[in-house]
Protein backbone atom coordinates (compact mmCIF):
# COMPACT_ATOMS: atom_id res chain seq x y z
CA UNK A 1 0.00 0.00 0.00
CA UNK A 2 2.65 2.43 1.24
CA UNK A 3 6.10 2.12 1.20
CA UNK A 4 8.49 4.50 1.92
CA UNK A 5 12.18 3.47 1.19
CA UNK A 6 15.40 5.21 3.00
CA UNK A 7 14.45 8.41 3.01
CA UNK A 8 16.75 10.77 3.68
CA UNK A 9 16.01 14.72 4.89
CA UNK A 10 17.86 17.28 5.73
CA UNK A 11 16.80 20.80 6.95
CA UNK A 12 18.98 23.97 6.12
CA UNK A 13 21.69 21.76 4.10
CA UNK A 14 24.82 23.10 4.64
CA UNK A 15 23.86 25.64 7.38
CA UNK A 16 24.29 25.87 10.96
CA UNK A 17 21.28 24.91 11.79
CA UNK A 18 21.84 21.99 9.52
CA UNK A 19 18.92 19.20 11.18
CA UNK A 20 18.99 15.61 9.36
CA UNK A 21 15.07 15.22 10.46
CA UNK A 22 14.93 11.34 8.19
CA UNK A 23 17.85 8.79 8.21
CA UNK A 24 17.27 6.46 5.88
CA UNK A 25 13.79 5.79 7.07
CA UNK A 26 12.23 2.72 5.47
CA UNK A 27 8.61 1.68 6.56
CA UNK A 28 6.40 -0.87 4.88
CA UNK A 29 2.69 -0.11 5.54
CA UNK A 30 0.07 -2.82 4.70
CA UNK A 31 -3.43 -2.18 3.34
CA UNK A 32 -5.67 -1.83 6.80
CA UNK A 33 -2.77 -0.96 9.38
CA UNK A 34 -3.87 1.16 11.95
CA UNK A 35 -0.37 1.77 12.96
CA UNK A 36 0.67 4.16 15.97
CA UNK A 37 3.62 6.49 15.84
CA UNK A 38 5.37 7.35 18.58
CA UNK A 39 8.96 8.90 19.91
CA UNK A 40 10.41 11.84 21.61
CA UNK A 41 10.42 15.73 20.27
CA UNK A 42 12.59 15.74 17.10
CA UNK A 43 12.38 11.86 16.25
CA UNK A 44 11.03 12.70 13.15
CA UNK A 45 6.88 11.87 13.85
CA UNK A 46 5.42 14.91 12.28
CA UNK A 47 8.19 15.32 9.42
CA UNK A 48 7.62 11.32 8.72
CA UNK A 49 3.71 12.78 7.78
CA UNK A 50 4.24 15.39 5.95
CA UNK A 51 7.02 13.28 4.15
CA UNK A 52 4.16 10.94 2.99
CA UNK A 53 2.14 13.97 2.10
CA UNK A 54 4.42 16.23 0.02
CA UNK A 55 5.38 18.93 2.10
CA UNK A 56 8.71 18.35 1.08
CA UNK A 57 10.66 16.07 -1.69
CA UNK A 58 13.27 13.74 -0.02
CA UNK A 59 16.85 14.25 -0.69
CA UNK A 60 17.09 10.71 -1.20
CA UNK A 61 15.24 7.68 -1.09
CA UNK A 62 11.47 6.47 -2.71
CA UNK A 63 8.27 7.01 -1.54
CA UNK A 64 5.53 4.32 -3.03
CA UNK A 65 1.57 4.91 -2.93
CA UNK A 66 -0.44 1.76 -4.71
CA UNK A 67 2.41 0.92 -6.67
CA UNK A 68 2.77 4.60 -8.26
CA UNK A 69 6.57 6.28 -7.48
CA UNK A 70 5.61 9.68 -5.74
CA UNK A 71 8.82 10.84 -4.31
CA UNK A 72 8.43 14.02 -6.89
CA UNK A 73 4.45 14.47 -6.63
CA UNK A 74 3.66 17.97 -5.19
CA UNK A 75 1.44 18.11 -2.34
CA UNK A 76 -1.88 18.58 -3.75
CA UNK A 77 -1.98 15.83 -6.15
CA UNK A 78 -0.84 13.31 -3.41
CA UNK A 79 -3.87 14.54 -2.20
CA UNK A 80 -5.57 12.19 -4.00
CA UNK A 81 -4.59 9.20 -2.06
CA UNK A 82 -4.64 10.92 1.36
CA UNK A 83 -6.78 11.95 3.69
CA UNK A 84 -5.16 14.48 6.29
CA UNK A 85 -6.42 15.78 10.41
CA UNK A 86 -3.73 18.31 11.33
CA UNK A 87 -2.73 19.03 15.36
CA UNK A 88 -4.06 22.28 14.40
CA UNK A 89 -7.95 22.16 14.48
CA UNK A 90 -8.21 25.47 12.63
CA UNK A 91 -6.00 24.26 10.06
CA UNK A 92 -8.12 21.32 8.45
CA UNK A 93 -11.32 23.48 7.67
CA UNK A 94 -11.93 26.92 5.47
CA UNK A 95 -13.18 29.45 8.86
CA UNK A 96 -15.05 31.70 6.42
CA UNK A 97 -16.74 28.87 4.33
CA UNK A 98 -19.68 27.27 6.05
CA UNK A 99 -20.00 24.01 7.07
CA UNK A 100 -21.51 22.21 4.05
CA UNK A 101 -19.18 24.18 1.88
CA UNK A 102 -16.09 22.63 3.95
CA UNK A 103 -17.39 18.96 3.68
CA UNK A 104 -17.61 19.72 -0.60
CA UNK A 105 -14.89 20.88 -1.08
CA UNK A 106 -13.83 18.02 0.88
CA UNK A 107 -16.18 15.64 -1.45
CA UNK A 108 -14.15 16.80 -4.37
CA UNK A 109 -10.32 15.66 -3.01
CA UNK A 110 -8.06 14.48 -5.58
CA UNK A 111 -10.92 15.78 -8.87
CA UNK A 112 -11.22 18.06 -11.37
CA UNK A 113 -13.24 21.15 -9.81
CA UNK A 114 -15.87 22.82 -13.05
CA UNK A 115 -18.18 25.09 -12.88
CA UNK A 116 -21.20 23.43 -11.53
CA UNK A 117 -22.83 24.55 -8.24
CA UNK A 118 -19.97 24.01 -5.28
CA UNK A 119 -22.61 22.37 -2.66
CA UNK A 120 -25.20 20.27 -4.71
CA UNK A 121 -28.92 19.98 -3.54
CA UNK A 122 -27.96 16.30 -3.69
CA UNK A 123 -25.55 15.98 -1.35
CA UNK A 124 -27.19 18.18 1.46
CA UNK A 125 -29.38 14.69 3.15
CA UNK A 126 -26.23 12.77 3.02
CA UNK A 127 -24.23 15.62 4.93
CA UNK A 128 -26.69 15.64 7.59
CA UNK A 129 -26.24 12.42 7.91
CA UNK A 130 -23.32 12.23 8.37
CA UNK A 131 -22.60 15.29 10.29
CA UNK A 132 -25.36 13.50 12.99
CA UNK A 133 -22.90 10.41 13.37
CA UNK A 134 -20.57 13.09 15.09
CA UNK A 135 -23.60 13.54 18.06
CA UNK A 136 -22.64 17.70 17.97
CA UNK A 137 -26.14 18.64 16.75
CA UNK A 138 -24.04 20.46 13.72
CA UNK A 139 -26.34 18.84 11.05
CA UNK A 140 -28.83 21.54 11.51
CA UNK A 141 -26.07 24.03 11.18
CA UNK A 142 -24.96 23.40 7.56
CA UNK A 143 -24.86 26.79 6.92
CA UNK A 144 -23.15 28.13 9.66
CA UNK A 145 -19.18 29.05 8.95
CA UNK A 146 -16.77 26.82 10.41
CA UNK A 147 -15.13 29.90 11.92
CA UNK A 148 -18.18 29.76 14.49
CA UNK A 149 -17.48 26.26 15.47
CA UNK A 150 -14.95 25.17 18.67
CA UNK A 151 -11.87 23.31 18.66
CA UNK A 152 -13.34 19.99 19.23
CA UNK A 153 -16.26 20.43 16.76
CA UNK A 154 -13.89 21.45 13.92
CA UNK A 155 -11.34 18.65 14.66
CA UNK A 156 -14.72 16.21 14.16
CA UNK A 157 -15.76 18.68 10.95
CA UNK A 158 -12.11 17.65 9.45
CA UNK A 159 -12.23 13.88 11.00
CA UNK A 160 -15.61 13.62 8.55
CA UNK A 161 -13.84 15.49 6.05
CA UNK A 162 -10.83 13.59 5.70
CA UNK A 163 -12.46 9.89 5.37
CA UNK A 164 -15.85 10.84 3.75
CA UNK A 165 -14.28 10.69 0.19
CA UNK A 166 -12.47 7.42 1.58
CA UNK A 167 -8.70 8.39 1.28
CA UNK A 168 -6.14 5.02 0.70
CA UNK A 169 -3.98 6.43 3.92
CA UNK A 170 -5.14 8.65 6.79
CA UNK A 171 -2.46 10.43 8.48
CA UNK A 172 -3.37 12.15 11.62
CA UNK A 173 -0.37 14.24 13.02
CA UNK A 174 -1.44 14.19 17.15
CA UNK A 175 -4.55 15.52 15.91
CA UNK A 176 -6.15 15.55 19.62
CA UNK A 177 -3.20 16.91 21.60
CA UNK A 178 -4.03 20.30 21.49
CA UNK A 179 -8.16 19.44 22.59
CA UNK A 180 -8.87 19.47 25.90
CA UNK A 181 -8.94 15.97 27.36
CA UNK A 182 -12.71 15.26 27.04
CA UNK A 183 -12.66 16.49 24.21
CA UNK A 184 -9.76 14.50 22.92
CA UNK A 185 -11.38 11.48 24.09
CA UNK A 186 -14.83 12.17 22.00
CA UNK A 187 -11.88 12.87 18.71
CA UNK A 188 -10.38 9.07 19.47
CA UNK A 189 -13.79 7.28 19.94
CA UNK A 190 -14.59 8.90 16.40
CA UNK A 191 -11.37 8.22 15.21
CA UNK A 192 -11.72 4.78 16.17
CA UNK A 193 -15.60 4.36 15.02
CA UNK A 194 -14.33 5.78 11.54
CA UNK A 195 -11.17 3.43 10.98
CA UNK A 196 -12.71 0.43 12.22
CA UNK A 197 -16.39 0.70 10.17
CA UNK A 198 -14.19 1.98 6.73
CA UNK A 199 -11.43 -0.33 7.69
CA UNK A 200 -8.84 2.63 6.58
CA UNK A 201 -5.03 2.47 6.45
CA UNK A 202 -4.13 5.30 9.24
CA UNK A 203 -0.71 6.76 10.66
CA UNK A 204 -1.67 8.36 13.95
CA UNK A 205 0.80 10.18 15.43
CA UNK A 206 0.88 11.08 19.11
CA UNK A 207 2.48 11.66 21.95
CA UNK A 208 0.42 9.60 24.41
CA UNK A 209 1.59 5.97 25.13
CA UNK A 210 -1.71 4.92 25.96
CA UNK A 211 -3.13 6.12 23.19
CA UNK A 212 -0.31 4.22 21.26
CA UNK A 213 -1.05 1.01 22.79
CA UNK A 214 -4.98 1.07 23.13
CA UNK A 215 -4.98 2.20 19.01
CA UNK A 216 -4.25 0.22 15.64
CA UNK A 217 -3.10 -3.15 15.47
CA UNK A 218 0.36 -1.72 15.34
CA UNK A 219 2.99 0.24 16.76
CA UNK A 220 5.93 1.84 15.60
CA UNK A 221 8.62 4.33 17.12
CA UNK A 222 11.00 6.85 15.88
CA UNK A 223 13.78 8.43 16.88
CA UNK A 224 16.59 10.59 15.20
CA UNK A 225 14.86 10.13 12.13
CA UNK A 226 14.66 6.06 12.00
CA UNK A 227 12.52 3.47 13.35
CA UNK A 228 13.80 1.76 16.34
CA UNK A 229 10.88 -0.04 16.92
CA UNK A 230 8.11 -1.97 14.96
CA UNK A 231 5.51 -4.07 16.79
CA UNK A 232 2.58 -5.64 15.79
CA UNK A 233 -0.34 -8.44 16.26
CA UNK A 234 -0.11 -10.44 18.81
CA UNK A 235 3.26 -8.63 20.61
CA UNK A 236 2.00 -5.53 20.14
CA UNK A 237 -1.60 -6.16 22.34
CA UNK A 238 0.84 -7.62 25.29
CA UNK A 239 2.91 -4.60 25.40
CA UNK A 240 2.42 -2.15 28.30
CA UNK A 241 3.06 1.26 28.86
CA UNK A 242 6.22 -0.19 31.46
CA UNK A 243 7.71 -2.11 28.32
CA UNK A 244 7.68 0.64 26.07
CA UNK A 245 8.97 3.24 28.06
CA UNK A 246 11.90 0.42 29.45
CA UNK A 247 12.50 -0.11 25.76
CA UNK A 248 12.32 4.18 25.40
CA UNK A 249 14.97 4.98 28.09
CA UNK A 250 17.37 2.00 26.99
CA UNK A 251 17.60 3.16 23.55
CA UNK A 252 18.13 6.80 25.07
CA UNK A 253 20.57 5.64 27.82
CA UNK A 254 22.81 4.22 24.98
CA UNK A 255 22.25 7.05 22.62
CA UNK A 256 23.43 9.37 25.75
CA UNK A 257 26.58 6.67 26.51
CA UNK A 258 27.89 7.15 22.64
CA UNK A 259 27.28 10.99 23.14
CA UNK A 260 29.40 10.83 26.39
CA UNK A 261 32.11 8.68 24.49
CA UNK A 262 32.13 11.01 21.58
CA UNK A 263 32.73 13.80 23.83
CA UNK A 264 35.22 12.19 26.22
CA UNK B 1 -23.62 69.88 -3.27
CA UNK B 2 -25.25 69.94 -6.78
CA UNK B 3 -27.28 67.51 -8.58
CA UNK B 4 -24.77 67.95 -10.59
CA UNK B 5 -21.98 67.18 -8.74
CA UNK B 6 -24.26 64.18 -7.53
CA UNK B 7 -24.84 62.58 -10.49
CA UNK B 8 -20.86 62.81 -11.45
CA UNK B 9 -20.26 61.38 -8.01
CA UNK B 10 -22.38 58.22 -8.76
CA UNK B 11 -21.17 57.55 -12.25
CA UNK B 12 -17.36 58.07 -11.40
CA UNK B 13 -18.77 55.12 -7.98
CA UNK B 14 -20.11 53.00 -10.29
CA UNK B 15 -17.54 52.71 -13.07
CA UNK B 16 -15.04 52.24 -10.16
CA UNK B 17 -17.29 49.92 -8.91
CA UNK B 18 -16.04 46.89 -11.43
CA UNK B 19 -12.39 47.74 -10.15
CA UNK B 20 -13.51 48.04 -6.43
CA UNK B 21 -14.81 44.01 -7.28
CA UNK B 22 -11.28 43.03 -8.20
CA UNK B 23 -9.74 44.97 -5.41
CA UNK B 24 -12.25 43.12 -2.75
CA UNK B 25 -11.44 39.67 -4.69
CA UNK B 26 -7.60 40.09 -4.31
CA UNK B 27 -7.49 41.72 -0.87
CA UNK B 28 -10.68 39.93 0.73
CA UNK B 29 -10.92 36.89 -0.84
CA UNK B 30 -7.46 35.23 -1.71
CA UNK B 31 -6.16 37.66 0.60
CA UNK B 32 -3.18 38.81 -1.80
CA UNK B 33 -2.74 42.87 -1.42
CA UNK B 34 -2.22 43.60 -5.09
CA UNK B 35 -1.02 46.50 -6.49
CA UNK B 36 -1.02 45.79 -10.37
CA UNK B 37 -4.00 47.58 -10.29
CA UNK B 38 -2.42 50.78 -10.30
CA UNK B 39 -1.18 50.22 -13.81
CA UNK B 40 -3.63 47.23 -15.36
CA UNK B 41 -6.71 50.45 -14.79
CA UNK B 42 -4.66 52.40 -17.39
CA UNK B 43 -3.88 48.96 -19.20
CA UNK B 44 -7.24 48.48 -20.02
CA UNK B 45 -7.93 52.37 -20.75
CA UNK B 46 -4.49 52.19 -23.65
CA UNK B 47 -5.84 48.86 -24.95
CA UNK B 48 -9.68 49.93 -25.40
CA UNK B 49 -8.47 53.81 -26.97
CA UNK B 50 -6.00 51.97 -29.02
CA UNK B 51 -8.80 49.47 -30.51
CA UNK B 52 -11.39 51.94 -30.99
CA UNK B 53 -9.42 54.10 -32.74
CA UNK B 54 -8.38 51.44 -35.20
CA UNK B 55 -11.99 51.25 -35.73
CA UNK B 56 -12.99 47.94 -33.05
CA UNK B 57 -16.46 47.77 -32.25
CA UNK B 58 -16.42 49.66 -28.22
CA UNK B 59 -17.79 46.43 -26.84
CA UNK B 60 -15.51 44.20 -28.14
CA UNK B 61 -12.50 46.64 -27.42
CA UNK B 62 -13.87 46.36 -23.43
CA UNK B 63 -13.00 42.58 -24.05
CA UNK B 64 -9.27 43.14 -25.40
CA UNK B 65 -8.85 45.32 -22.49
CA UNK B 66 -10.22 42.76 -20.22
CA UNK B 67 -7.97 40.34 -21.47
CA UNK B 68 -5.07 42.47 -21.49
CA UNK B 69 -5.68 43.16 -17.61
CA UNK B 70 -6.04 39.31 -16.89
CA UNK B 71 -2.75 38.44 -18.82
CA UNK B 72 -1.15 41.56 -16.22
CA UNK B 73 -2.49 39.63 -13.29
CA UNK B 74 -1.37 36.66 -14.25
CA UNK B 75 2.24 37.75 -15.07
CA UNK B 76 1.85 39.31 -11.37
CA UNK B 77 0.59 35.94 -9.53
CA UNK B 78 3.32 33.84 -11.13
CA UNK B 79 6.25 35.97 -10.00
CA UNK B 80 4.44 35.43 -6.67
CA UNK B 81 3.84 31.36 -6.72
CA UNK B 82 6.58 30.09 -9.51
CA UNK B 83 8.91 32.42 -8.39
CA UNK B 84 8.24 32.79 -4.81
CA UNK B 85 8.33 36.92 -4.76
CA UNK B 86 6.80 38.35 -1.84
CA UNK B 87 2.77 39.49 -3.35
CA UNK B 88 3.45 43.49 -2.92
CA UNK B 89 6.63 43.37 -4.56
CA UNK B 90 5.70 41.06 -7.43
CA UNK B 91 2.45 43.07 -7.89
CA UNK B 92 4.95 46.56 -7.83
CA UNK B 93 7.10 45.25 -10.24
CA UNK B 94 4.39 44.32 -12.87
CA UNK B 95 3.06 47.64 -11.92
CA UNK B 96 6.04 49.52 -12.97
CA UNK B 97 6.55 47.84 -16.12
CA UNK B 98 3.03 47.97 -17.00
CA UNK B 99 3.93 51.98 -16.82
CA UNK B 100 6.19 51.61 -20.14
CA UNK B 101 4.33 49.20 -21.88
CA UNK B 102 1.10 51.25 -21.79
CA UNK B 103 3.17 54.28 -23.30
CA UNK B 104 4.27 51.40 -25.96
CA UNK B 105 0.72 50.38 -26.89
CA UNK B 106 -0.57 54.11 -27.13
CA UNK B 107 2.55 55.45 -28.87
CA UNK B 108 2.42 58.28 -26.36
CA UNK B 109 1.21 59.11 -22.91
CA UNK B 110 -2.20 59.59 -23.46
CA UNK B 111 -4.84 59.40 -26.20
CA UNK B 112 -7.92 61.13 -27.04
CA UNK B 113 -11.09 59.57 -28.12
CA UNK B 114 -12.92 62.47 -29.07
CA UNK B 115 -15.41 61.53 -31.91
CA UNK B 116 -15.36 57.83 -31.56
CA UNK B 117 -17.93 55.64 -30.97
CA UNK B 118 -18.04 55.10 -27.73
CA UNK B 119 -20.46 52.39 -25.48
CA UNK B 120 -21.99 55.55 -24.25
CA UNK B 121 -23.54 55.98 -27.47
CA UNK B 122 -25.53 53.03 -27.13
CA UNK B 123 -27.26 54.67 -23.95
CA UNK B 124 -27.49 58.27 -25.13
CA UNK B 125 -30.15 56.73 -27.79
CA UNK B 126 -32.40 56.08 -25.42
CA UNK B 127 -33.06 60.21 -24.82
CA UNK B 128 -31.77 60.91 -21.09
CA UNK B 129 -29.88 63.30 -20.45
CA UNK B 130 -26.04 62.57 -20.17
CA UNK B 131 -25.35 62.85 -16.97
CA UNK B 132 -28.18 60.44 -15.88
CA UNK B 133 -27.40 57.91 -18.42
CA UNK B 134 -24.08 57.34 -18.19
CA UNK B 135 -24.57 56.36 -14.34
CA UNK B 136 -27.11 54.06 -15.15
CA UNK B 137 -25.04 52.53 -17.91
CA UNK B 138 -22.20 51.67 -15.51
CA UNK B 139 -24.27 50.59 -12.66
CA UNK B 140 -25.50 47.99 -15.59
CA UNK B 141 -22.28 46.89 -15.79
CA UNK B 142 -21.74 46.50 -11.81
CA UNK B 143 -25.01 44.29 -11.64
CA UNK B 144 -23.70 42.29 -14.29
CA UNK B 145 -20.59 41.64 -12.71
CA UNK B 146 -21.43 41.13 -9.49
CA UNK B 147 -24.07 38.60 -10.52
CA UNK B 148 -21.51 36.81 -12.35
CA UNK B 149 -19.02 37.06 -9.90
CA UNK B 150 -21.67 35.79 -7.02
CA UNK B 151 -22.63 32.59 -9.07
CA UNK B 152 -18.91 31.89 -9.63
CA UNK B 153 -17.57 32.39 -6.24
CA UNK B 154 -20.41 29.40 -5.58
CA UNK B 155 -19.32 27.25 -8.08
CA UNK B 156 -16.45 24.60 -7.39
CA UNK B 157 -13.90 26.38 -9.00
CA UNK B 158 -14.83 29.29 -7.16
CA UNK B 159 -15.06 27.59 -3.67
CA UNK B 160 -11.41 26.56 -4.37
CA UNK B 161 -10.42 30.49 -4.79
CA UNK B 162 -11.97 31.46 -1.10
CA UNK B 163 -10.64 28.55 0.19
CA UNK B 164 -7.23 29.12 -1.20
CA UNK B 165 -7.74 32.83 0.57
CA UNK B 166 -8.67 31.45 3.78
CA UNK B 167 -7.26 28.27 4.42
CA UNK B 168 -3.43 27.43 1.70
CA UNK B 169 -2.96 24.40 3.99
CA UNK B 170 -6.97 22.85 3.82
CA UNK B 171 -6.85 23.23 0.05
CA UNK B 172 -3.82 22.07 -0.85
CA UNK B 173 -4.97 18.79 1.39
CA UNK B 174 -8.06 18.29 -0.38
CA UNK B 175 -5.90 18.38 -3.78
CA UNK B 176 -6.10 21.91 -5.13
CA UNK B 177 -3.18 23.60 -6.88
CA UNK B 178 -3.33 26.60 -4.96
CA UNK B 179 -0.68 28.60 -7.74
CA UNK B 180 -3.12 27.98 -10.27
CA UNK B 181 -6.00 29.61 -8.09
CA UNK B 182 -3.74 32.38 -7.03
CA UNK B 183 -2.59 33.25 -10.80
CA UNK B 184 -6.33 33.08 -12.08
CA UNK B 185 -7.66 35.20 -9.51
CA UNK B 186 -5.42 37.86 -9.55
CA UNK B 187 -5.74 38.01 -13.18
CA UNK B 188 -9.76 37.68 -12.86
CA UNK B 189 -8.91 40.97 -10.16
CA UNK B 190 -7.37 43.08 -12.75
CA UNK B 191 -9.02 41.86 -15.87
CA UNK B 192 -12.08 43.82 -13.63
CA UNK B 193 -9.51 46.70 -13.23
CA UNK B 194 -9.25 47.08 -16.55
CA UNK B 195 -12.74 46.66 -17.37
CA UNK B 196 -12.77 49.84 -14.92
CA UNK B 197 -9.95 51.80 -17.04
CA UNK B 198 -11.49 51.04 -20.55
CA UNK B 199 -14.82 52.53 -19.21
CA UNK B 200 -13.21 55.55 -17.61
CA UNK B 201 -11.26 56.29 -20.88
CA UNK B 202 -14.51 55.88 -22.99
CA UNK B 203 -16.42 57.70 -20.43
CA UNK B 204 -13.62 60.68 -20.47
CA UNK B 205 -12.58 60.75 -23.62
CA UNK B 206 -8.97 60.29 -22.98
CA UNK B 207 -6.75 57.63 -22.22
CA UNK B 208 -4.24 58.83 -19.94
CA UNK B 209 -0.83 56.82 -18.38
CA UNK B 210 -0.80 58.19 -15.19
CA UNK B 211 -5.04 57.96 -14.56
CA UNK B 212 -3.74 54.72 -12.68
CA UNK B 213 -2.43 56.89 -9.46
CA UNK B 214 -3.45 55.81 -6.41
CA UNK B 215 -6.00 53.17 -7.86
CA UNK B 216 -4.98 50.67 -5.12
CA UNK B 217 -5.54 52.85 -2.07
CA UNK B 218 -9.12 54.48 -3.40
CA UNK B 219 -10.06 51.08 -3.97
CA UNK B 220 -9.12 49.59 -0.99
CA UNK B 221 -10.76 52.92 0.39
CA UNK B 222 -14.37 51.26 -1.18
CA UNK B 223 -14.25 47.95 0.19
CA UNK B 224 -13.19 48.95 3.53
CA UNK B 225 -15.70 51.92 3.31
CA UNK B 226 -18.89 48.99 1.95
CA UNK B 227 -17.94 46.80 5.08
CA UNK B 228 -18.07 48.97 7.33
CA UNK B 229 -21.48 50.54 5.99
CA UNK B 230 -22.97 48.42 4.95
CA UNK B 231 -21.59 44.83 6.22
CA UNK B 232 -19.92 42.07 4.78
CA UNK B 233 -21.81 38.44 5.90
CA UNK B 234 -21.94 37.05 2.84
CA UNK B 235 -20.34 36.99 -0.06
CA UNK B 236 -23.55 38.79 -2.19
CA UNK B 237 -23.82 40.98 0.48
CA UNK B 238 -20.42 41.85 0.46
CA UNK B 239 -19.52 42.62 -3.25
CA UNK B 240 -22.64 44.77 -2.90
CA UNK B 241 -21.70 46.57 -0.20
CA UNK B 242 -18.13 47.17 -2.62
CA UNK B 243 -19.83 48.47 -5.05
CA UNK B 244 -22.03 50.86 -2.53
CA UNK B 245 -18.82 51.53 -1.09
CA UNK B 246 -17.38 52.88 -4.00
CA UNK B 247 -20.30 55.22 -4.72
CA UNK B 248 -19.84 56.31 -0.75
CA UNK B 249 -16.25 57.22 -1.25
CA UNK B 250 -16.80 59.07 -4.38
CA UNK B 251 -19.94 60.87 -2.87
CA UNK B 252 -17.64 61.74 0.10
CA UNK B 253 -15.08 62.89 -1.80
CA UNK B 254 -17.61 65.09 -4.16
CA UNK B 255 -18.60 66.32 -0.33
CA UNK B 256 -14.64 67.16 0.23
CA UNK B 257 -14.41 68.97 -2.65
CA UNK B 258 -17.32 71.37 -2.20
CA UNK B 259 -16.18 72.13 1.42
CA UNK B 260 -15.27 75.68 2.38
CA UNK B 261 -14.05 76.57 5.73
CA UNK B 262 -13.27 80.57 4.90
CA UNK B 263 -10.56 80.71 2.66
CA UNK B 264 -9.92 77.22 2.83
CA UNK B 265 -11.10 74.20 0.16
CA UNK B 266 -9.70 71.46 -0.82
CA UNK B 267 -8.15 70.71 -4.11
CA UNK B 268 -8.13 67.73 -6.45
CA UNK B 269 -4.44 67.10 -5.72
CA UNK B 270 -5.35 67.10 -1.71
CA UNK B 271 -7.95 63.87 -2.93
CA UNK B 272 -4.67 61.15 -1.96
CA UNK B 273 -4.02 62.78 1.66
CA UNK B 274 -7.97 62.75 2.13
CA UNK B 275 -7.72 59.07 0.68
CA UNK B 276 -4.85 57.55 2.79
CA UNK B 277 -6.24 59.31 5.82
CA UNK B 278 -9.39 57.50 5.28
CA UNK B 279 -8.09 54.34 4.95
CA UNK B 280 -5.64 54.62 7.86
CA UNK B 281 -8.67 55.56 9.98
CA UNK B 282 -10.75 52.75 8.41
CA UNK B 283 -7.58 50.14 9.63
CA UNK B 284 -6.95 51.36 13.00
CA UNK B 285 -10.63 51.88 14.17
CA UNK B 286 -11.29 48.10 15.09
CA UNK B 287 -8.36 48.03 17.18
CA UNK B 288 -9.04 51.55 18.66
CA UNK B 289 -13.03 50.19 19.21
CA UNK B 290 -11.27 46.97 21.31
CA UNK B 291 -8.86 49.22 23.12
CA UNK B 292 -11.67 51.56 24.81
CA UNK B 293 -14.10 48.35 25.18
CA UNK B 294 -11.01 47.16 27.62
Known amino acids: ?????????????????????????????????????IGSNGAGKSTTLTCIAGGFTPD???????????????????????????????????????????????????????????????????????????????ENRLKDTAGLLSGGQRQALTMLMATMERPDILLLDEHTAALDPKTANQILELTHTIVETQKLTTLMVTHNMHQALNFGNRLIMLDRGEVILDVGGEEKRNLTVEDLLQRFYALRGEAMGSDKLLLG | ???????????????????????????????????????????????????????????????????????????????????????????????????????????????????????????????????????????????????VLVWFLHTEMGLTLLATGDNAQMITAQGVNTHNVIIFGVGLSNALAALSGALIAQNQGAADVNMGVGTIVAGLASVIVGETVFGSRTIARAMIAAILGSVTYRLAIALALGLKLGSFSFTPSDLNLITSILVIAALVSPQLKRKFRK
Open chain 1, 1 to 37: MLEIDNVTKYFNRGTVNEVLALNGLSLSVREGDFITV
Open chain 1, 60 to 138: SGSIRIKDENITNWPEFRRAAFIGRVFQDPLKGTCASASIEQNMALALRRGKPRGLSKGVKDKDRPWFREQLATLGLGL
Open chain 2, 1 to 147: MTWYAFYGALEQGFVYGLLVLGVYLTFRVLDFPDLTVDGSLPLGAAVSSVAITSGVNPYLSLILAMGAGFLAGMVTGILNTKFRILHLLASILTMIALYSINIRIMGRPNLTLLGADTVLDSVSGLGLPPFIASPMLFAGFCIVAVA
